[in-house]
């Protein structure tokens, strides 16, 4: 029986090759660089050998912009049953051709605890004034100002699921009064409050911080249009680590402008990279970064992890418990 192909970006197999030689699986590890495929040992991968199964997108594709190119080569042979997403969304174009194609497709969590991160950095560096501290700094002003704390304050995470659930589990050891929303209900202890959809109006008078951690659906495209944002409190902060078209840019530019909300934090737009003319860059009341939440230190790692288990699980014909 010939062993079973998984197709690999180059670059991560050093490593990971260890850990792959120690699944009990008869595997051959091919590894695809935009040069070309070898297998491991590095001899080329003839047009007739080449009928990989599963596949890895590993996040190095994705920082070195190989992306694109590595799926096509997914997609190339037509033999390809299942691949391994480093990305916890799954709308970028490339995956929905893998899904086009039929093949099982599974997400990743390994971005979430670096989302969860972010979004308290961001959070707080606002709440802080810190880039009013670094204004002092720089023109050797001693300022002592008061500034404000998120102990007591109330945030409004919309899609709570495993990213929101890690934002919770961070803002609520700092005294944090966390609400969760999602379309069904549910009971989840990692909130102090579990709502539905429908009733987000009504927590957004009172919340102090409001998190985007939905998946672009058609009920969440759009979601934070004028009437959302004229229900939010004056001084709230919104944050969008979800997708860009879930916000309605045109509405936040105008309601910011009007006082409402007081700040918006922004790492994902409807197209990327942002255009250089979008007024948003220049609007005091918005902090933006290029699409980074997740891109933490510990990614890669976490990464490899969510591979190898779910690569064993795939090859053993377990439940994968991340398959879209």
Same mark, same amino acid.
């Given at each position: 029986?010939?062993?079973?192909?998984?197709?690999?970006?180059?670059?991560?197999?050093?490593?990971?090759?260890?850990?792959?030689?120690?699944?009990?699986?008869?595997?051959?590890?091919?590894?695809?660089?935009?040069?070309?495929?070898?297998?491991?040992?590095?001899?080329?991968?003839?047009?007739?050998?080449?009928?990989?199964?599963?596949?890895?997108?590993?996040?190095?594709?994705?920082?070195?912009? !190989?992306? #694109?190119?590595?799926?096509? =080569?997914?997609?190339?042979?037509?033999? *390809?049953?299942? &691949? %391994?997403?480093?990305?916890? +969304?799954?709308?970028?174009?490339?995956?929905?051709?893998?899904?086009?194609?039929?093949?099982?497709?599974?997400?990743? !969590?390994? #971005?979430?605890?670096?989302? =969860?991160?972010?979004?308290?950095?961001? *959070?707080?560096? &606002? %709440?802080?004034?810190?880039? +009013?501290?670094?204004?002092?700094?720089?023109?050797?002003?001693?300022?002592?100002?008061?500034?404000?704390?998120?102990?007591?304050?109330?945030?409004?995470?919309?899609?709570?699921?495993?990213?929101?659930?890690?934002?919770?589990?961070?803002?609520?050891?700092? +005294?944090?009064?966390?609400?969760?929303?999602?379309?069904?209900?549910?009971?989840?202890?990692?909130?102090?409050?579990?709502?539905?959809?429908?009733?987000?109006?009504?927590?957004?008078?009172?919340?102090?911080?409001?998190?985007?951690?939905?998946?672009?659906?058609?009920?969440?495209?759009?979601?934070?249009?004028?009437?959302?944002?004229?229900?939010?409190?004056?001084?709230?902060?919104?944050?969008?680590?979800?997708?860009?078209?879930?916000?309605?840019?045109?509405?936040?530019?105008?309601?910011?402008?009007?006082?409402?909300?007081?700040?918006?934090?922004?790492?994902?737009?409807?197209?990327?990279?942002?255009?250089?003319?979008?007024?948003?860059?220049?609007?005091?009341?918005?902090?933006?970064?290029?699409?980074?939440?997740?891109?933490?230190?510990?990614?890669?790692?976490?990464?490899?992890?969510?591979?190898?288990?779910?690569?064993?699980?795939?090859?053993?014909?377990?439940?994968?418990?991340?398959?879209?």
């Amino acid at each position: 029986m010939s062993k079973r192909q998984v197709l690999i970006p180059h670059m991560t197999y050093g490593r990971i090759r260890s850990r792959l030689d120690d699944l009990p699986h008869d595997l051959a590890v091919l590894c695809w660089s935009p040069t070309g495929v070898t297998w491991a040992d590095g001899s080329p991968v003839t047009a007739n050998q080449y009928a990989p199964e599963a596949g890895w997108v590993a996040i190095d594709t994705m920082f070195s912009g !190989d992306f #694109p190119s590595f799926v096509a =080569a997914l997609l190339e042979p037509g033999t *390809v049953q299942w &691949v %391994q997403s480093c990305l916890a +969304g799954t709308d970028a174009p490339p995956l929905l051709k893998l899904l086009e194609a039929g093949i099982r497709l599974s997400n990743s !969590d390994a #971005p979430n605890a670096g989302v =969860a991160e972010y979004v308290m950095a961001a *959070v707080m560096h &606002v %709440q802080h004034g810190w880039t +009013g501290r670094s204004d002092n700094q720089r023109k050797a002003k001693w300022v002592q100002n008061g500034w404000n704390e998120i102990n007591g304050t109330r945030w409004l995470v919309i899609g709570f699921g495993s990213i929101g659930a890690e934002v919770a589990k961070r803002a609520r050891s700092f +005294g944090v009064e966390v609400v969760g929303a999602r379309r069904t209900k549910v009971r989840d202890a990692r909130a102090d409050e579990m709502i539905t959809m429908d009733r987000i109006s009504e927590l957004l008078p009172s919340a102090n911080v409001v998190i985007l951690a939905c998946p672009l659906t058609d009920e969440t495209r759009g979601l934070v249009n004028r009437d959302f944002l004229s229900q939010m409190h004056e001084d709230a902060i919104l944050v969008n680590v979800s997708r860009g078209p879930v916000v309605d840019a045109e509405a936040l530019l105008e309601s910011l402008s009007s006082g409402r909300p007081g700040h918006a934090i922004l790492d994902v737009f409807e197209t990327e990279p942002l255009d250089p003319s979008s007024p948003l860059w220049d609007h005091p009341g918005v902090t933006i970064t290029s699409h980074i939440a997740g891109a933490g230190s510990g990614i890669t790692k976490r990464g490899d992890e969510v591979f190898l288990e779910q690569l064993d699980a795939y090859l053993s014909g377990r439940s994968l418990r991340l398959e879209i």
